[in-house]
């Protein structure tokens, strides 16, 4: 199994909702990442786990939780998100080793009404 | 900050013409260089890369070059096909993070 597998695939949700949106990986990484991109820009880093351990925050509003309950799954937990928060949200594994490129998983598209 | 420059952000060939894409990494500590392509409504795929002790590397019709010196990195594209046309987003990172600095993009068109 060479993917990454990202759930749902889109997602709507209103402003006092909460969501959780799901990755899975089967390649034996220990490297999981949480990824946002709006249109035409790149991926902004949101959350690095490593060996499941929270390694990276890039100042992420609390809003935004990650969870990594073992080495092949990574959730992303949404809680009263804004309008602005709308973006395709990439998942990412890779191998813990210097220079391992990402495989990315196909995304989830957010939409916040 | 760490901070990659990519350049250009749009870029029309001609089939079976080339396509170069460069880029500028600003942390000198940066050891590991991957280029990404992105088709429309799809993820983002790691097509080459590079890293710090290598001058250059070639996968059939693509081929990446990097100058540790001037910190710059290029993404070469010859006998350009329209499957080729997406985004292209270079990356650097650096020690064992797994963090990836992207640059912003260049939309490639070929024209058939």
């Known amino acids: 199994d060479t993917e990454v597998t990202q759930t749902p695939k889109h997602l709507v949700m209103g402003m006092t909702n909460k969501k959780s949106l799901k990755c899975e990986q089967h390649?034996?990484?220990?490297?999981m990442y949480w990824y946002k991109q709006k249109a035409k820009k790149p991926p902004e880093l949101m959350f690095v786990?490593?060996?499941?351990?929270?390694?990276i925050n890039e100042s992420v509003p609390s809003r935004f939780s990650p969870e990594c309950p073992n080495s092949s799954l990574l959730n992303l937990h949404l809680h009263a998100l804004q309008p602005e928060d709308s973006a395709l949200y990439l998942c990412?594994?890779?191998?813990?080793?210097?220079?391992?490129?990402?495989?990315f998983g196909s995304g989830t598209r957010l939409t916040v009404v | 900050g760490e901070n990659v420059e990519q350049h250009p952000s749009t870029l029309s060939v001609q089939e079976g013409d080339s396509a170069v894409i460069k880029c500028t990494y600003s942390?000198?500590?940066?050891?590991?260089f991957p280029w990404y392509k992105q088709e429309l409504g799809k993820r983002p795929q790691l097509i080459i890369d590079?890293?710090?002790?290598?001058g250059e590397k070639k996968d059939q019709r693509i081929a990446v070059t990097l100058n540790k010196t001037a910190k710059h990195f290029s993404l070469h594209i010859t006998e350009t096909q329209p499957e080729d046309s997406a985004v292209y987003f270079c990356a650097a990172s650096k020690g064992n993070t797994g963090k990836l600095i992207f640059g912003q993009g260049t939309t490639l068109q070929v024209k058939p």
């Open positions: 990412a594994s890779s191998q813990v080793r210097r220079g391992q490129g990402y495989t």
């Open positions: 390649m034996g990484h220990r490297a």
């Open positions: 590079i890293r710090s002790n290598v």
């Open positions: 942390d000198s500590a940066s050891n590991y």
């Open positions: 786990y490593s060996y499941e351990k929270l390694s």
